[in-house]
């Protein structure tokens, strides 16, 4: 426990665990008081593989996938193969990045995909 403890700001939050943590506490903080929030996760069942997704929601009636990062890198190899699986069209991806949003298109059937980047500090505005 000391060693997440010990060390700068920044280096507190490249802590991977940590930061997911977080994320996760920040989600049912800022979610309705009225609605029980379960927060879910992935994994690929396949063997011999390690793709997971942080956290699976429900926003709007549709499921959504995001991924957390400690920092602004990451090529989000999980979320896209989930997306793809799962035919989801929208995910999110929170981070140390500025707002923002990506479009990438699917290897497989050349379907569009959106991921809507939400800053840490922001994830209050997860709902909007």
Known sequence: MSTIMLGTAEELVNKV???????????????????????????????????????????EGKVMPIEVKSGVSGKMKS?????????????????????GKIAIKDDVNGEERQI???????????QN
């Open 79 to 99: 979320l896209r193969l989930f997306m793809q699986k799962k035919n989801i069209t929208n995910a999110i991806r929170t981070s140390l990045e500025n707002f």
């Open 17 to 59: 665990g940590l930061t997911e943590m977080v994320a996760g506490w920040e989600m049912i903080k800022y979610s309705s008081p009225r609605v029980r929030h379960d927060l879910y996760y992935w994994e690929n069942p396949e063997r011999g593989t390690t793709s997971e997704v942080d956290y699976i929601i429900m926003n």
């Open 116 to 126: 809507r980047i939400l800053p840490l500090y922001a994830l209050s505005n997860l």
